[in-house]
């Protein structure tokens, strides 16, 4: 799968070893940086130009990272067309797929160690969306809501 992945100083060690594992692991993986561990850098400048080319198509899932996960998931959801959250648990990694359709899985590099979140990556990546009636019902609502119809 073509993923996306970006971080600010705070999931910095994070993204390069699950760079590394992604590689290893048969992906063809999009670095939207932080290239060098910055102190001071800022999330959104990362995790904007990832979350711009999921919704874009450009990468088919995104990784969003930053010290909590929240200034990922917060900035990402903000680009229309994507779906981020904040994931700490293998139940919601898989789930936030099947049942909403999660694009951008963010996670904290300060709250998860690497064995957790290469599993919940792994997760995230190995599920698809259900396009149970139920889910594209709920999907259509969140979109109307986005489109400002709702
Ligand atoms: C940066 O120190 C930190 O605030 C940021 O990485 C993130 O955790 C914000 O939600």
């Known amino acids: 799968m073509r993923v996306g992945i970006a971080t600010d100083h705070g999931g910095f060690e994070l993204k390069q070893e699950l760079i590394a594992q992604l590689r290893s692991a048969g992906h063809e993986i999009v670095d939207f940086g932080a290239d060098s561990l910055t102190p001071d850098d800022d999330y959104p400048d990362y995790v904007t130009p990832l979350a711009r080319a999921v919704a874009a198509g450009q990468v088919e899932r995104g990784v969003a990272i930053c010290g909590s996960g929240v200034g990922a998931s ?21 789930q936030g797929v099947e049942d909403d359709h999660m694009n951008v899985l963010c996670m904290g590099g300060r709250t998860v160690g690497m064995a957790v979140a290469w599993d919940l990556v792994q997760t995230f990546l190995g599920a698809g969306f259900s396009q149970a009636e139920r889910h594209l019902r709920r999907l259509g609502k969140v979109m109307s809501l986005e489109a400002g119809t709702r």
Not at 74 to 94: E, M, Q, T, W, Y
Request: charged share 20%; aromatic share 4%.
């Open 74 to 94: 917060v900035c990402a959801n903000k680009v229309p067309g994507v779906r981020a959250a904040l994931i700490h648990d293998h139940f919601s990694a898989r």
